[in-house]
């Protein structure tokens, strides 16, 4: 363990950690774009600078690390000073459309113009301008808006490992593509989304169907139905109706969904979806109460049972359902009917 000094404030870390990981246990909050934990940190966007007491110049807190007896100011004059001047640079390339931008209320660039009284930039020069991409499925792509803090890329390949997105051309000219720029609809991209949960700004963004903003939706934690891994989710709501999901980190998915947990909630509110048991009378299927459902259902196996035994019933479970479900429906078949005759769709 090695102690170090932060704003003042004692703290003691794990020899390895780095400045940014040793604010963040004492809760002070140091503003980065490029960094994630789950990625190795490359400190490309340089907004996380601090000033270490003895340095000839500031320094990346997000992959620097951390020292006994370091004395470490995260808000200085210097500190403020650069990390302003950084913003401005940002926005002399950056289209200042946030009065329509669909990220308004969940950009970090504009939370931290925000904070550090940044209006519009200095700057006067060309503005690197790309015609969005539309392609896919689920979400588009608009390098007019990328910053290339590059968290889309190391998500794609070093947590997702699909390397559908990578850096492409050099100086000015840099931005964020697919190998070869054949577009995302060409690459190896599995439309996970996982790129676009972590973009800091509105360069990758989800097809919405309807619009809205940030503020104008609750947020509901809940678990993935997909499949029994347990993924968990947080859904963004508006008017009783899901908007967007969104991943939270949780012991089985670190904060990553699948093309399914991410985009695929649509069937929520579709007017097909069934809302009530349907039972088959004279012929036609009509609707029951769960008790007249589950009554029938339980009369039919006992019948079945008592007529040509318990080898005559089956079961055959959801992989939508949970896991602890699912286990219960193993117990009920093999305990309750006394049956081995049990299976379960993901298997198939």
């Known amino acids: 363990m090695i102690n170090l000094t932060i704003n003042g404030f004692e703290v003691e870390v794990e020899q390895g950690a780095t400045i940014l990981q040793a604010a963040e246990k004492i809760g002070i909050k140091i503003p980065t774009f490029c960094y994630d934990d789950r990625f190795k940190p490359h400190g490309s966007c340089r907004i996380c600078v601090v000033e270490v007491e003895g340095a000839r110049s500031l320094m990346t807190a997000c992959c620097i690390p951390a020292t006994d007896g370091m004395i470490v100011q995260t808000e200085s004059e210097a500190v403020v000073e650069a990390r302003r001047e950084i913003l401005d640079l940002i926005l002399a390339n950056h289209p200042l459309d946030c009065l329509t931008c669909e990220k308004a209320g969940r950009c970090t660039l504009q939370d931290l113009c925000y904070q550090y009284d940044i209006e519009e930039t200095s700057y006067d020069g060309a503005r690197k301008s790309y015609e969005k991409d539309v392609s896919n499925e689920f979400y588009t792509a608009d390098q007019t808006k990328c910053i290339l803090c590059g968290k889309c890329v190391y998500m794609c390949s070093q947590v997702q490992n699909t390397d559908a997105l990578c850096f492409v051309d050099r100086g000015f000219e840099t931005h964020v593509g697919t190998p070869f720029e054949q577009g995302i609809s060409e690459s190896t991209c599995v439309s996970c989304g996982n ?82 048991p349907l039972i088959r009378k004279n012929g036609e299927l009509t609707e029951a109460s769960w008790d007249e459902a589950y009554n029938l259902i339980t009369s039919k196996i006992k019948e079945i049972k008592e007529s040509d035994g318990p080898d005559a019933v089956a079961g055959f479970s959801s992989a939508r359902g949970l896991t602890e479900d699912n286990y219960l429906m193993t117990k009920m078949m093999r305990a309750a009917i006394g049956t081995n005759n049990v299976d379960h769709c993901a298997r198939l």
Not at 204 to 211: H, T, Y
Not at 213 to 242: A, F, H, P
């Open 195 to 276: 790129c676009v949960s972590v973009c800091p700004v509105g360069a990758l963004m989800p097809k919405r169907r309807e619009k809205y903003r940030y503020w104008e939706v609750d947020k509901v934690q809940t678990t993935c139905s997909y499949c029994g891994v347990g993924c968990q989710m947080e859904l963004l709501v508006k008017d009783n109706k899901i908007m967007e999901v969104l991943p939270v980190t949780g012991h089985c998915n670190e904060g990553l969904l699948c093309v399914k947990g991410r985009f695929s909630f649509d069937f929520v509110s579709h007017s097909d979806r069934l809302q009530k």
